[in-house]
């Protein structure tokens, strides 16, 4: 079974950076894949960056070229390094991991994972 725990949320204003991390738990190659998916008030769950084992990594429209996310497989650590944040970015923000059999390749709607963090709050004021 995986656990994660996110961290490195806050409040910053549009235009600035903020990195989230997550520490995951009982990861092996089996589970193959991390996300990080992210939800608004009143809106749905929806996936902003994924990376498989590999390394490679995939990301949603809204957050390319912005948006880089990263792994440290050394300490079990995920990354989401956030540049040029804009006040619908505002969200929790949640880790992912464990996606079988999933092509991360594919538009991130298509995204479904089965283990995820508590979240962490990412606030962007205009």
């Known amino acids: 079974q995986v656990l994660q725990v996110e961290s490195g949320g806050g409040s910053v204003q549009a235009g600035g950076s903020l990195t989230l991390s997550c520490q995951v738990f009982g990861y092996t190659r089996s589970t193959y894949c991390l996300g990080w998916f992210r939800q608004a008030p009143g809106k749905g769950r929806e996936g902003v960056a994924a990376?498989?084992?590999?390394?490679?990594?995939n990301y949603a429209d809204s957050v390319k070229g912005r948006f880089t996310i990263s792994k440290d497989n050394a300490n079990n650590t995920l990354y989401l390094q956030m540049n040029w944040l804009k006040p619908e970015d505002t969200a929790m923000y949640y880790c992912a991991a464990d996606c079988p059999g999933l092509d991360i390749a594919t538009t991130s709607e298509n995204w479904h994972f089965l283990s995820w963090g508590q979240g962490t709050q990412v606030t962007v004021s205009s």
């Open positions: 990376i498989d084992d590999d390394g490679y990594a």
